[in-house]
Every structure is written in C-alpha cells, then in structure tokens.
C-alpha cells in the first residue's frame, strides 16, 4: 500500500525569496521531481527527504503571472495552500517592517487551522529588523534565516518534519489502485464513472474531500481494486499548460498511491508537451503505466489503418517510455473499457515478476561477451554479477568495478536484454550499480570508526542479505 506524501507550500508577497528558499532545500536533498521529459522548468514543485521524512515542496512564486496584481491573484493562490498543504510556510522580508500584505497572509494561513511556521528571510542583511517585529503577525513558530547564504535551513526542516509523519514502509494490503491522469477534459471522469458502473459489486465510496482525489472501491474476477480518478486536478476555465497550479498535486498524490496509472490522451488532441510530463513523473515514481486514447468513438471513418496509422506516432512521443502498452478506448460505446482492468492485473503480475539469479548471470555475462561495455584508454567497467533486490517495480543491482564509466546507452542495452528474457510490459526496471572497490573501502571505513553509518550503507547491507 502506498501512502499520500505530506505538502508543505510556500507562500508571501513578491520578492520575499521564496523561490530561493524553495531553491535551497530541494537542491540540499538532490531531489528535484520535475525530470519529466519535455520540461522547460522545474522550479515549483519539488520532492524533500529528510531525516527519514519526505514531502511535496511547493512554491508558489511559480504558481502565478509575475505581471498580476498582488490583490487579484493571492486570495486564491493562499486558497489552494492551505487546501491542499499539510504545512504552510509564510516567508516574509526581514528587512522590511511588516506590511498590511504580510498581515493578510498571515491571517489568511492561520485561519486554515494547517500548522503555519513564520520564515524571516534575508537575516543576514544589515539592516534586518529583530525578530520580535514580526510577532504581530499571529504565528507562534518564527524561524531567521538566510536562504542566499544557506542560515536556517536545516532549522526550518527540523521544525517541517515535526508536523509531518515519518516514512515507512506499509505492509501490502492487497488492493491494485488504478489512478486516471491526464489532462482536463480528456475523458477521466466519464471513463471513471464507466468503470465503476460496470462492475456490480461495488465495494464503498470512500470518503474523501470535495476537492481531493475522487476514489471509488470495487471488485473484478475476485480482486479488490480501487480507481483514483484525478479529473479535479484544474479548474474549469484555467487552460494554463504545464504544472502551474496546486492542484496538480492531487494528480501527484495520486501517482505516489497507485500501483499503475492510465494515462489518458484524447484521440483528437493527442502527444502535447503536458502528457510527455505527466508520462515522465509515472515513470520517475516507479509506478505501472498504459497509455490510454479515449474517445475512440469520435474519429470518423477510423478503422485498423486509422489506428495503425496513430500507434506510431504515439509511440514516437513516448520514446521514453516504450515498455508502456498503448489500448484504444471510447466510454460513450464502451470499447475496451472492460479490457483495462485485464491490462491493470497484467501490469501488476510483470511488476511483480521475481526472476532467477542464474538467468540473470547467464544474460550478464552473454551481454558482456557480445558487446562489452566501454571506458577510457586504460580503464574500463568490470561487470562482475546481477541480482532482482526488490519488485513494483522490478530493481536490479550490478556489482563490479570503474563502473561509474558505464555509458547510458549501455545501461539502456542492459535492460533491453532483460525486458527481452522477462516479460516487464507496463512496468519501468531500475538498474543500480555498485562499486566493489567502494563497497569494501566504506566497510573499511565504518569498522575504524572514520566514518559513520549512512542510509545508503544500510541499503547496501539489506542488498546483499538478498543475495546471500
């Protein structure tokens, strides 16, 4: 079972230094989430680990046009925070005496009843004003910091992570959850309704908020599904493209909770850079994936060649993701529609295929033979064996040594083989590698006492009890 990650958003006036808070505590963890193919920036939203916690980061400086009025825009935009926020960081100028601007923020996130924490950004200037200044505004937690000259950040994080659940890892319930993704207007709800009307074996409506993920529990051939549908993730009216909008994060939530996501496309507006980046975040989180065309029954004249035609430019879009199977659909004459559950049970079967390590070894070392894998002049990447550590989706370590010098195009060739051996359509593999050379000096260090026991170092310690 998956969980919903916890939001925390960032919010004030203009030139407060949001975005260089935003900036600071995403770079800190090396976890930028916008790696999506087709993305042109990456700087509002972001995933946070720390300290065994992880979290949605959001800033809102790039949530709306730089060129609106402050009056127009910020009602709404503190609206969504505190909707969908579990914790609301207000950031105000500490160099400038608090502004009515700054009390209606204020009061506006408290009034949210979320945990409000009060951020007094550009504390290392000189005329910075005494913390006490900014008790007026209400908010009992007020941090200093200086997110130019990275002061108080680990603070602000500490204090974050005390409002937030730690992660950890839940035990499988045995419910597949679906999630429909896509853009506005392309047919999630209709198909959502379709498929929950189909089966007569409705479990519950599960309740939820008006303005959250809409789920619905059923049954099928005997197995206990649950549809996330994401139809709510932009208002009627707002056609900004790309990730701009709050309520995006439902649509990210109901990523992380899901095991596969359909991603559905309109048959008459097919391949827009939105999809590319909606396809690339499922990928990202690991989850199963199909793309789906809806609305079929809209194309005239189609036939076999109409969708022939179609599949590869479809797949073109989607070369990143070509182990994505790709299923055409209509609601209104209900083609298919029963077929995506069948095609959700095989996902989760291939995302939980367990392969033999001996297989494994025989195609590295076929691999090997046939094409090995380049470096430089007098240093090349030894790949000594291979092993499946974990599923959903399937994971696999590579042991050898130089391998920092192994080429993406021979990480690609790597996969393609073991899709080749077993059957992974619908699910993404991830491939690690570990150095023995640095495993061994690591191991060497903790036992002196030189350095001390990292995460990574536990992770590498929970891999080999798998192999052994």
């Given at each position: 079972?998956a969980?919903?990650?916890?939001t925390?958003?960032?919010?004030?006036?203009?030139?407060?230094?949001?975005?260089?808070?935003?900036n600071?505590?995403?770079?800190a963890?090396?976890?930028?989430?916008?790696?999506?193919?087709g993305?042109?920036?990456?700087?509002?939203?972001?995933?946070?680990?720390?300290k065994?916690?992880e979290?949605?980061?959001v800033?809102?400086?790039?949530l709306?046009?730089?060129?609106?009025?402050?009056e127009?825009?910020?009602?709404?935009?503190?609206?969504?925070?505190a909707?969908?926020?579990d914790?609301i960081?207000v950031?105000?100028?500490?160099?400038q005496y608090?502004?009515?601007?700054?009390?209606?923020v204020?009061?506006?996130?408290?009034?949210?009843?979320?945990p409000?924490?009060?951020?007094?950004?550009?504390t290392?200037?000189?005329?910075?004003?005494?913390t006490?200044?900014?008790?007026?505004?209400?908010?009992?937690?007020i941090?200093p910091?200086?997110?130019?000259?990275?002061?108080?950040?680990?603070?602000?994080l500490?204090?974050?992570?005390?409002?937030?659940p730690?992660?950890?890892?839940?035990?499988?319930d045995?419910?597949l959850?679906?999630?429909?993704?896509?853009?506005?207007?392309?047919?999630?709800?209709?198909?959502?309704?379709?498929?929950?009307?189909?089966?007569?074996?409705?479990?519950?409506?599960?309740?939820?908020?008006?303005r959250?993920?809409?789920?619905?529990?059923?049954?099928y051939?005997?197995?206990?599904?649950?549809?996330?549908d994401?139809?709510?993730?932009?208002?009627?009216?707002?056609?900004?493209?790309?990730?701009?909008?709050?309520?995006?994060?439902?649509?990210?939530?109901a990523?992380?909770?899901?095991?596969?996501?359909?991603?559905?496309?309109?048959?008459?507006?097919?391949?827009?850079?939105?999809?590319?980046?909606?396809?690339?975040i499922?990928?990202?989180?690991?989850?199963g994936?199909a793309?789906?065309?809806?609305?079929?029954?809209?194309?005239e004249?189609k036939?076999?060649?109409?969708?022939?035609?179609?599949?590869?430019?479809?797949?073109?879009?989607?070369?990143?993701?070509?182990?994505?199977?790709?299923?055409f659909?209509?609601?209104?004459?209900?083609?298919?529609?029963?077929?995506?559950?069948?095609l959700?049970l095989d996902?989760?079967?291939?995302?939980?295929?367990?392969?033999?390590?001996?297989?494994?070894?025989?195609?590295?070392?076929?691999a090997?033979?046939?094409?090995?894998?380049?470096?430089?002049?007098?240093?090349?990447?030894k790949?000594?064996y291979?092993v499946?550590?974990?599923?959903?989706?399937p994971?696999?370590?590579?042991y050898g040594?130089?391998?920092k010098?192994?080429?993406?195009?021979?990480?690609?060739?790597?996969?393609?083989?073991?899709?080749e051996?077993?059957?992974f359509a619908?699910?993404?593999?991830?491939l690690?590698?570990?150095?023995?050379k640095?495993?061994?000096?690591?191991k060497?260090?903790i036992?002196?006492?030189?350095?001390?026991?990292?995460?990574?170092?536990?992770?590498?310690?929970?891999?080999?009890?798998?192999?052994?």
């Amino acid at each position: 079972m998956a969980s919903k990650l916890p939001t925390v958003a960032i919010i004030g006036q203009a030139n407060v230094g949001k975005s260089s808070l935003f900036n600071r505590m995403v770079r800190a963890q090396q976890a930028i989430v916008a790696r999506e193919a087709g993305t042109t920036r990456d700087n509002v939203l972001g995933k946070v680990e720390y300290k065994y916690h992880e979290f949605w980061l959001v800033d809102t400086a790039g949530l709306k046009d730089p060129n609106d009025e402050f009056e127009a825009t910020i009602q709404e935009q503190i609206t969504e925070a505190a909707d969908a926020a579990d914790v609301i960081l207000v950031v105000v100028d500490s160099t400038q005496y608090v502004s009515d601007q700054d009390r209606f923020v204020a009061k506006k996130a408290l009034r949210s009843k979320k945990p409000v924490i009060l951020v007094t950004n550009k504390t290392d200037l000189k005329d910075a004003l005494p913390t006490d200044e900014f008790k007026r505004l209400g908010i009992k937690t007020i941090l200093p910091a200086s997110a130019e000259h990275n002061r108080g950040i680990l603070t602000v994080l500490d204090n974050i992570v005390e409002h937030i659940p730690a992660k950890h890892e839940e035990q499988d319930d045995d419910v597949l959850r679906i999630a429909l993704v896509g853009r506005p207007n392309v047919g999630k709800s209709y198909l959502f309704n379709t498929l929950a009307g189909k089966q007569q074996a409705i479990v519950a409506n599960i309740a939820g908020t008006t303005r959250d993920v809409n789920r619905v529990a059923l049954k099928y051939g005997g197995r206990s599904i649950e549809l996330l549908d994401t139809a709510g993730m932009r208002k009627p009216g707002k056609q900004e493209v790309g990730i701009e909008k709050f309520s995006v994060l439902r649509t990210l939530q109901a990523i992380e909770e899901a095991d596969v996501c359909f991603l559905l496309m309109d048959v008459n507006e097919l391949n827009t850079q939105l999809d590319q980046r909606l396809g690339g975040i499922i990928d990202e989180a690991g989850k199963g994936m199909a793309i789906v065309i809806s609305k079929w029954d809209s194309v005239e004249g189609k036939d076999a060649y109409t969708r022939d035609a179609l599949a590869p430019r479809i797949a073109h879009t989607f070369n990143f993701t070509p182990w994505a199977p790709l299923i055409f659909t209509s609601s209104v004459t209900g083609q298919n529609v029963t077929k995506l559950f069948d095609l959700a049970l095989d996902i989760e079967a291939h995302r939980k295929t367990q392969t033999k390590t001996r297989t494994l070894n025989d195609l590295l070392q076929k691999a090997i033979q046939k094409h090995p894998p380049a470096g430089l002049k007098n240093t090349h990447p030894k790949l000594r064996y291979i092993v499946q550590t974990d599923m959903s989706p399937p994971w696999f370590v590579i042991y050898g040594s130089n391998l920092k010098f192994v080429h993406w195009s021979y990480k690609r060739y790597l996969e393609r083989l073991i899709r080749e051996t077993y059957n992974f359509a619908g699910t993404p593999i991830r491939l690690s590698f570990r150095d023995e050379k640095q495993i061994k000096a690591n191991k060497q260090r903790i036992a002196e006492g030189k350095a001390p026991v990292t995460k990574a170092y536990k992770q590498q310690k929970n891999e080999e009890n798998k192999t052994t």
